[in-house]
């Protein structure tokens, strides 16, 4: 019992992830660590999570509107992730995340000009753990600052991630 409380404090995994949207692409690098915690279980199923913290790179290939212009964004993000997966924790699984990052400088792409370098990034996400403990997925994630400030246009990207437990 002591192990299972303990761990829930342990990073014990880590995760890279590609993701493209509007003319913006970016990797993210990420450490994550189970909360170990058991909501709603039911047939073999139940809703967990983790903490993810992520370090990620932007390219911009249309800064300020103008098209092959670029900006380079760096964001420090971190997010707590609610995942519907199996009580094995392998196998296919759903999760969904609301958290906060901060942003370099101020996202101005595409047409899209954010008023504040601090952001909020929510996703919906589906994947597959192997038995090896390979988690590869599938997200939509939204950049916006959640009505803070004015204009806030939102970003949204299509996320593959793959993670890897140690």
């Known amino acids: 019992m002591l192990f ?3 761990s829930a404090h342990a990073i014990d995994s880590f ?3 590609f993701a493209s949207g509007n003319k913006s692409q970016f ?9 170990d915690k058991v909501w709603f279980q039911s047939n073999g199923t139940h809703l967990g999570g983790y903490w ?3 370090l990620t ?11 092959g212009a670029t900006q380079n964004i760096t964001d420090v993000g971190i997010t707590p992730v609610f995942r519907l997966q199996n009580d ?10 609301v958290g ?38 599938l997200k939509v994630q ?20 793959a993670g890897f437990p140690f």
Do not use: C, M
């Not at 990797?27 to 909360?35: P, T």
């Not at 939204?142 to 996320?159: M, Q, R």
């Open 27 to 35: 990797v993210r690098a990420g450490i994550q660590w189970n909360w």
């Open 57 to 67: 790179q932007w390219r911009n290939n249309a800064y300020q509107g103008i098209s």
């Open 142 to 161: 939204h950049f916006s600052n959640g009505a803070i400030k004015h204009p806030n246009p939102g970003a949204n990207l299509a996320v593959i991630k």
């Open 4 to 6: 299972a409380q303990s």
């Open 15 to 17: 995760s890279g992830e």
């Open 52 to 54: 993810d913290l992520t």
């Open 88 to 97: 094995s924790k392998k196998g296919l699984y759903g999760e969904a995340a």
């Open 100 to 137: 906060a990052h901060l942003f370099s400088h101020i996202y101005s792409n595409n047409g899209r000009q954010f008023s504040t370098a601090f952001q909020f990034g929510d996703h919906l996400g589906v994947g597959y753990v192997f038995q090896n403990g390979l988690d590869l997925s």
